[in-house]
């Protein structure tokens, strides 16, 4: 057997040899390699599908956030403009309610000084009567009889000129 033989057999077996080589690397990047990667790619997509779900999720939340927000919005307005109504109906209503009962502190004020002259007049007329008594008794101590009868005859006469008048 020749050199030549030997030759093209050296090179047949590294042919041979590169092609196991290249069998043996496929199957085992078939066998183990493209099933991890094609798992991490399908848990990637997953964790993406799953992301993208969560990111729809939070978007639809946002939105009703958002209509909600301006529902409350419009329920503040309409709860501010409730409030002042009221308010000012509760003013108008306390100031008829103060006018009113001013009224009847003046008027029942004014009776209480109508009483309290009534009052007064009544004590200062019960005084002048008690002091008029007093200086007429210590007067009529001092009168001597002609005096006594010229002033009874002075009263008579004004009572008698009274009734005719």
Wanted: hydrophobic share 45%; net charge negative; proline share 1%.
């Amino acid at each position: 057997m020749s050199d030549a033989f030997y030759t093209q057999l050296a090179v047949w077996s590294q042919v041979a040899g590169s092609l196991v080589f290249i069998v043996f690397v496929i199957w085992i990047w078939n066998k183990y390699i493209t099933p991890a990667v094609l798992a991490s790619r399908d848990r990637k997509n997953a964790e993406l599908a799953e992301a993208e779900k969560r990111r729809d999720a939070a978007a639809d939340e946002v939105q009703l956030a958002q209509r909600e927000l301006t529902n409350s919005a419009s329920e503040v307005e309409t709860i501010r403009a409730r409030a002042v109504a009221d308010a000012q109906a509760y003013r108008a209503r306390l100031l008829v309610e103060a006018e009113t009962e001013g009224q009847r502190v003046v008027r029942n004020a004014g009776g209480e000084l109508a009483r309290g002259r009534m009052a007064a007049r009544e004590t200062l007329r019960e005084e002048l009567v008690a002091k008029a008594l007093e200086i007429a008794r210590n007067s009529a101590r001092d009168l001597d009889a002609d005096t006594n009868r010229r002033l009874v005859g002075e009263v008579v006469a004004s009572l008698e000129r009274g009734s005719d008048a």
